[in-house]
């Protein structure tokens, strides 16, 4: 355990981790992988199994350098910091793949030290992504430092609801790039709605659409829920959109979407955990769209190296409605 | 219709695939049970596929639409390779098969598909287009374009044809199986299928060509030395010995995969990466390929057939012991060929492909042998030049050898290598040649696929080994190297006459 945060005595422990894996083994058993630095601001002190576990679920795609800062709500001043690795076999290979993990512990009041120590462990040359794990954090001046180390911010909007939006939209403006998981969840909807229409026959009914409603379960629609409707809006000016509630069928907040027209209804909606239905006059089909762990929604965004105009776009008009 | 469909979001969703009908003729055949079916059954779990889908299956054997689901289910469970299998998602994917039985050379089949498909249209919201797969014997394709003479029309939808290979069995027949195919279809309805460009590391040499600019400077003459293709399989014929002693590995792997590979590394870049861009390069690059004379077909080519020997203590029958495969076969089961590429960017730099059954290993790289440095500081036994490895399978991945200082005293240089792995980078499912390809067909991509006047450059390229190893006399040259080895003696000297050896992959 190293009381203070400096860079070079972390990285040299590293290195020592590093030297102590490979012996043993053969010189090409293991592989240090690294595509990116992945930074993680968390305050939940429980969290510790499942947050290692999404990030190993990460490594296999986009291997890179964990930097975990635990924020803690201890009367005194921490600042603290250790490095581990986190090792796999590959699928379909025969090498290990290793990424490095820094974990420091510090409490509010150190994140300025924090700040400045993260400056000097950044991989040189790679992407930094900070998943800012608890998102009430943005809304923290002690905080604020953080932000100034990536150029892109992971958040999950739905603990703190719409409200948060406009802080998000505020980064987006200044030069992040935002990446909202509560987005990242309409895409089995979005995916499945998109395939259904590529007939030819159910897009020369598009203009009939005259009302859509979007069906949840819980006390209000979600996050997701709002982005869906703003992002269908905008490909359906002519309709209009209500939410209305539901029992629920999947776990979740959105439970189905259905399209009214003067010619044709058609409906895409939950069947169960795993499954969406959708329904024409004519013809009911199914697609697996099993509920997505963490890791898997965290992929989908990193998958995205550019600008998201899309979502940019949803955002912007999602906090405007 | 692209722009017609405002729900789409290319940069999250996969390809976007129209409604359609897959028509399967062969549909009781190795290829649709092994591969055919288990992809598509892939692409519905990965919900690839339109919600308006439906497969129709073909062949002899009468058979209703039950008793097609249920063999369909046994193969799609046996050959799903790296995937689950979903009893749901099988539900779904079942109610859009159907069978139809008939011979592909009574017109009645025909009569009975077209109603079959009208029903299987209104049943299953394909919009009413289609997607024609010839998984038959290649001497049925010309039989089969013309039973569809009518459905080819197309009526109210889109019509495409896939053909498997061989696209004929030379140059002559390959022009005449256009001609058939031509008159009912157009050529950009065809589909001629190689898997080999649907592979992901094949279609990852374009991205490393021309996404990285560091090595495209080097791709040239100035800088390569010579190429080596490698496809190595260390089977024999595997109960294809009736099939494989009319083919030959020249036909069946060279004039076909290897050279749609050799045309992925030594093409130019196109301007944009669209279909008919991507494939006029690839053309280009084929029809570049220096025709050998008649006189130089034995200095660039060496055939070569396994013999019996033991592999580990297992005898292993030698070729013309296979079953099936007639005692005095004449056919190459090992080709190497020299290939001359006549532009400037390659002129005077050697091609070697080779390919061949029963060697030591599975095996498909491509090999690329630079110059070494003009003057050597070190000794030259340590200084070998850079060689970088793209390989294909298994273990997919790119490998650069370059010399580093061995640490200690004096300057010893040794050979290391910056290795690239596939599995390890991206540890994850990669869909198979066949998902990547039956997509793109739905899609109406047909950029990794291989077109007519590919098909056409590729046979002038081998044909005249075809010939001078068809009009062979003496002495019975066959067998010529033992099954577990590299092929032939020849095939070393074919290349030591240029200075260069083969490498141990």
């Known amino acids: ?321 | 219709m692209a722009d017609a469909n405002p729900f789409q979001d290319p940069q999250r969703f996969e390809r976007r695939v129209p409604p359609c009908a897959v028509v399967i003729f062969g549909a009781n055949g190795d290829l649709t049970k092994r591969k055919l079916v288990p992809s598509l059954y892939r692409l519905a779990i990965e919900r690839r596929l339109p919600q308006g889908f439906a497969i129709v299956g073909n062949s002899r054997t009468p058979m209703t639409d039950e008793a097609f689901r249920e063999k369909i289910e046994a193969s799609v469970r046996e050959h799903l390779e790296n995937s689950h299998f979903d009893e749901a998602v099988w539900d779904e994917f079942a109610r859009g098969l159907y069978y139809v039985a008939g011979d592909l050379a009574c017109p009645e089949l025909y009569t009975e598909l077209t109603s079959r498909l009208a029903t299987v249209a209104e049943e299953r919201q394909t919009g009413g287009n289609i997607l024609f797969y010839l998984s038959t014997q290649p001497s049925q394709y010309a039989t089969v374009a013309s039973g569809l003479a009518d459905l080819a029309k197309g009526n109210g939808g889109w019509r495409r044809l896939v053909v498997e290979k061989p696209f004929g069995h030379d140059q002559q027949s390959a022009r005449e199986l256009e001609v058939a195919l031509h008159e009912y279809f157009t050529e950009d309805q065809i589909y001629r299928i190689d898997h080999y460009l649907g592979k992901e590391t094949v279609q990852n040499i374009l991205a490393f060509r021309f996404g990285n600019p560091i090595f495209e400077p080097l791709w040239n003459r100035q800088y390569i030395d010579h190429v080596q293709i490698t496809a190595a399989e260390s089977i024999g014929v595997e109960g294809r010995g009736a099939y494989y002693q009319e083919a030959g590995a020249l036909r069946d792997m060279i004039q076909n995969h290897l050279l749609q590979v050799l045309s992925t590394v030594a093409m130019e870049p196109s301007a944009v990466f669209e279909p008919n861009a991507v494939r006029d390069e690839r053309a280009k690059l084929l029809r570049s390929i220096r025709p050998l004379k008649p006189a130089d077909v034995a200095a660039h080519a060496v055939a070569g057939q396994y013999g019996p020997a033991a592999i580990g203590g297992k005898a292993v029958a030698g070729f013309r012991g296979e079953p099936g495969v007639n005692p005095e076969a004449m056919t190459d089961t090992y080709a190497a060929v020299t290939f001359l590429i006549d532009n400037w960017r390659w002129a005077g730099v050697p091609f070697y492909v080779r390919s061949g059954k029963r060697m030591p290993k599975r095996v498909t790289d491509i090999a690329i042998r630079f110059r070494p440095v003009p003057h050597s500081l070190f000794d030259n036994e340590s200084a070998r030049p850079n060689l970088l490895i793209l390989r294909i399978q298994p273990e997919e991945g790119i490998s650069l050898r370059f010399s580093s200082k061995q640490p200690g005293p004096g300057m010893k240089l040794r050979p290391v290598s910056m290795d690239f792995n596939y599995g390890t980078s991206f540890g994850m499912r990669t869909p198979t040649a066949y998902e990547t390809l039956l997509v793109d067909a739905m899609a109406g991509d047909p950029t990794l696929y291989t077109r007519q006047d590919m098909v056409e450059a590729s046979w002038a390229a081998v044909q005249p080994i075809v010939d001078a190893w068809g009009n062979r006399t003496g002495p019975d040259p066959f067998p010529n190297y033992a099954a577990g080895t590299w092929g032939p003696a020849a095939s070393d000297e074919m290349l030591a006459a240029r200075g260069h050896v083969w490498r141990v992959p």
């Open chain 1, 1 to 321: 355990m190293i009381t203070a945060v400096q860079p070079e005595k972390l990285l040299k422990e590293l290195e020592h981790v590093w030297a102590e894996l490979g012996k043993g083994h053969p010189a090409d058993a293991l592989l240090r992988a690294c595509s990116m630095t992945m930074l993680v601001t968390t305050t939940d002190p429980n969290d510790e199994v499942e947050l290692k576990n999404t990030l190993a679920g990460l490594m296999r795609a986009h291997p890179s350098r964990m930097i975990i800062v635990r924020i803690l709500d201890t009367p005194n001043a921490v600042l603290s910091a250790q490095v581990t690795a986190q090792c796999l076999l590959a699928f379909g290979g025969r090498q290990q793949l290793c990424c490095e993990m820094i974990e420091i512990r510090a409490t509010r009041d150190r994140l300025a030290d924090v700040y400045s120590a993260s400056l000097g462990l950044t991989v040189a040359d790679l992407p930094v992504m900070l998943w800012v794990k608890d998102i009430r954090l943005l809304q923290e001046s002690s905080f604020q430092p953080m932000l100034q180390l990536a150029r892109t911010l992971l958040v999950d909007s739905v603990p703190l609801g719409p409200s948060i939006l406009p802080a998000l939209n505020e980064r987006r403006r200044a030069g992040w790039r935002v990446k909202d998981l509560a987005w990242t969840r309409c895409t089995a909807w979005r995916e499945t709605l998109a395939q259904a229409f590529e007939s030819t026959w159910l897009q020369e009914q598009i203009p009939n659409i005259a009302s859509v409603e979007i069906a949840y379960a819980g006390a209000n629609p979600s996050v997701s829920g709002l982005y869906l409707r703003s992002w269908m809006a905008a490909r359906l000016p002519q309709a209009s959109f209500e939410f209305v509630p539901c029992p629920p069928r999947r776990n979740g907040n959105l439970q189905a979407i259905r399209f009214h027209s003067t010619t044709q209804e058609l409906e895409l909606r939950a069947v169960d955990d795993a499954t969406l239905e959708i329904v024409t006059s004519s013809l009911t089909t199914r697609v697996l769209a099993p509920a997505r762990v963490e890791a898997d929604l965290i992929e989908e965004e990193l998958s995205i190296l550019g600008d998201d105009p899309v979502y940019e776009a949803t955002l912007a008009a999602t906090i405007a409605q």
